[in-house]
C-alpha cells in the first residue's frame, strides 16, 4: 500500500522540562506523516473537506520505545494500511539514528457534515488504485 517517510527536527516547544518530547506531539507527527501522505496520493485534506467529507479519528495507538529529545532529527514513516467503504487506517513508525523509538496507528471514518459514515471520496480510491 501507500507509503510516505518525512524528516522533522525536534523544536524546544515540543520537549518538557527535562527536555524529553511530551507524549501528544508523537500524534501530531503522525498527522504530519498522514496529510503528506494524502499529498503524495494528489490529495489534500482541503480536498476531502470541500467534497462535503471529513475524517474522524476512531481509533488512536502509540508505543514509545525510547525517548525522543530537543533538537533530534526523526524520520516519520507513514503507511495506508487499511481502506474500507468509509474507513481508513494508518500505521506509523518514528526512527532516530535508524532507530524506531515509536510505533503507532490510527483509524479515521469518512463523515459527512451530520456526522454520518459516507463513502471513501472517489478521487481517494482512484489514486490508490494507481499506486497498486
Not at 81 to 105: A, C, H, L, Q, W
Amino acid at each position: 500500500m501507500a507509503r510516505c517517510v518525512n524528516k522533522i527536527r525536534v523544536r524546544y516547544q515540543e520537549t518538557d522540562r527535562m527536555g524529553i518530547v511530551y507524549h501528544s506531539n508523537y500524534f501530531i507527527w503522525f498527522e504530519i506523516g498522514r496529510t503528506e501522505l494524502f499529498r503524495k496520493l494528489g490529495v489534500s485534506y482541503r480536498d476531502i473537506e470541500s467534497g462535503g467529507r471529513f475524517l474522524a479519528v476512531t481509533e488512536a495507538r502509540c508505543d514509545y520505545k525510547a525517548p525522543a529529545t530537543y533538537d533530534d532529527e526523526l524520520e516519520i514513516t507513514t503507511l495506508l494500511s487499511e481502506v474500507k467503504r468509509s474507513v481508513i487506517g494508518f500505521e506509523y513508525e518514528i526512527r532516530k539514528d535508524g532507530g524506531i523509538i515509536t510505533t503507532g496507528s490510527t483509524k479515521h471514518a469518512f463523515l459527512d457534515a451530520k456526522g454520518r459514515p459516507v463513502k471513501i471520496p472517489e478521487a481517494l480510491t482512484d489514486a490508490l488504485k494507481m499506486k497498486e
